[in-house]
């Protein structure tokens, strides 16, 4: 049976289960879901084992309350300011990098790399992790874009999948690259030049003739 994952609302954790969830993090970044014990969770904690179970009923619950938990964090940082109504150049800008910056942080990278390990184990944290982060944006940037095709600033005749496509551009070979390991950090100014060519190649395709 899958296991059950417990998307915890950050402002809502009290102090006792932020602080074994923080541990529980760490934890599992640094020694991956199986070697990972509730003992050394509880020692890096500073809690006694009592305590720990008296929050999360085992290592799978803690698990998934953890990476669900992580999840609605780092989305919260996608919920930008209304986007620019005139201005779609900016608003391609600075959806991109919202959703790069996100993507190849430390905290999001270790994340992801638990959830494709594991979602075999937990089915259900694949959903939790997309729907909590890029379905997320990819929502409110397909509102936007259908917006642009109302007013004539674009010709988007599906908004969700052109969403899509700008998004997946601007993933691309950087973010793979740095997920890798390959890259631990991309060039001066790299960023920023994939950002621009990302924009230009949607209004290519998408601005209205």
């Known amino acids: 049976m899958a296991e059950q994952v417990a998307v915890l609302e950050p402002d809502s954790i009290n102090p006792k289960a932020q602080q074994i969830l923080t541990a529980a993090r760490q934890v599992f970044v640094e020694q991956g879901y199986g070697s990972a014990s509730m003992d050394v969770i509880a020692r890096t904690a500073g809690v006694s084992k009592a305590t720990l179970y008296a929050h999360f009923t085992g290592k799978d619950a803690l698990f998934a309350a953890m990476v669900g938990t992580e999840c609605r ?40 790399r638990i959830v494709v390990a594991e979602s075999p184990r937990f089915p259900e944290l694949g959903r939790i992790f997309f729907e909590t982060g890029p379905d997320r944006l990819l929502g409110r940037f397909a509102d ?39 890259e631990p950090a991309a060039a ?19 601005a209205r003739r």
Do not use: K, N, W
């Open 73 to 112: 964090r780092l989305s919260a940082g996608l919920d930008a300011p209304s986007f620019d109504e005139g201005d779609v150049r900016a608003t391609l800008r600075q959806v991109a990098t919202r959703f790069i910056e996100m993507l190849m942080s430390g905290r999001a990278l270790a994340i992801y």
């Open 144 to 182: 936007f874009l259908q917006r642009a095709d109302e007013r004539g600033t674009l010709s988007v005749a599906e908004p969700r999948r052109a969403a899509g496509q700008f998004i997946g551009m601007v993933r691309g070979e950087v973010y793979l690259r740095r997920l890798l390991g390959i």
């Open 188 to 206: 001066e100014g790299e960023i920023e030049r994939h950002i621009e060519s990302c924009v230009d190649l949607f209004l290519s395709h998408y």
